[in-house]
């Protein structure tokens, strides 16, 4: 089956910095790349995703971008705020049996 | 919609015990997903079901370990016989039936064992 991973696991920025969190999928056939934010307490929430036949995607301060060729996939946070501080999770999804796996999960902190 | 609803939000089990977690999906939705959460860890697949059919469970324990998805009524993920290593958040997803697309979450289910 598919098998994702996420880098770092933990990440603490600055409030107004840029922060990148990074996975890597093993299946080629998967074409429906999700990020969702957990909250402490929460159940996750998505966020952004983006389909294989785009590079990249962008949402105001969010931006994911592909690269299938590598199958890399990153999530792009710029001017971070405190209310940014939470789990984040991505995945993968493969067509025909919407197979749906995630990576461990990054924790980020942004400090005031 | 209602969206996905878990119930019960926190469940308390005795070990040995049974413990029956229920997922009702969004609406028009017939593909489930169980995920364990341990503290402070990430996202475990357990097992994948559409209706009436386990698809994937290859991430579930093979023993006291089981999960449906009848054609009325909620999934269920069932734990026999509980120990302490059980405890965590469960939460289930839903999905639809069409092309791949977000999977939308439930509140989840703390289970602790005592």
């Known amino acids: 089956g598919e098998n994702v991973e996420q880098h770092p696991s933990t990440l603490s920025v600055q409030e107004g910095d840029s922060a990148v969190i990074k996975c890597t999928y093993s299946d080629s056939a998967s074409n429906y790349f999700p990020w969702y934010k957990q909250e402490l307490g929460k159940r996750p929430q998505l966020i952004i995703d983006?389909?294989?036949?785009?590079g990249e995607k962008k949402d105001q301060r969010i931006a994911v971008t592909l690269n299938k060729t590598a199958k890399h996939f990153s999530l792009h946070i710029t001017e971070t705020q405190p209310e940014d501080s939470a789990v984040y999770f991505c995945a993968a999804s493969r067509p025909h049996n919407n197979d749906m796996r995630f990576g461990a999960g990054t924790r980020l902190t942004v400090k005031p | 919609n209602a969206g996905v609803m878990q119930n019960p939000r926190h469940l308390v089990r005795r070990r040995g015990q049974e413990a029956r977690l229920r997922c009702s999906p969004m609406?028009?939705?017939?593909?489930v997903y169980w995920y364990r959460q341990l503290p402070e860890e990430g996202l475990k697949f357990m097992v994948y079901l559409q209706k009436e059919n386990i698809i994937d469970e290859s991430g579930m324990p093979k023993e006291r370990f089981s999960a449906e998805f009848p054609k009325e009524g909620p999934s269920i993920l069932r734990i026999q016989q509980v120990v302490r290593g059980d405890s965590a958040a469960y939460f289930c997803?839903?999905?639809?039936?069409?092309?791949?697309?977000?999977?939308?979450f439930g509140q989840g289910t703390r289970l602790t064992v005592v």
């Open positions: 983006i389909r294989s036949n785009v």
């Open positions: 609406k028009g939705h017939s593909h």
């Open positions: 997803a839903s999905s639809p039936l069409d092309l791949n697309t977000e999977a939308f």
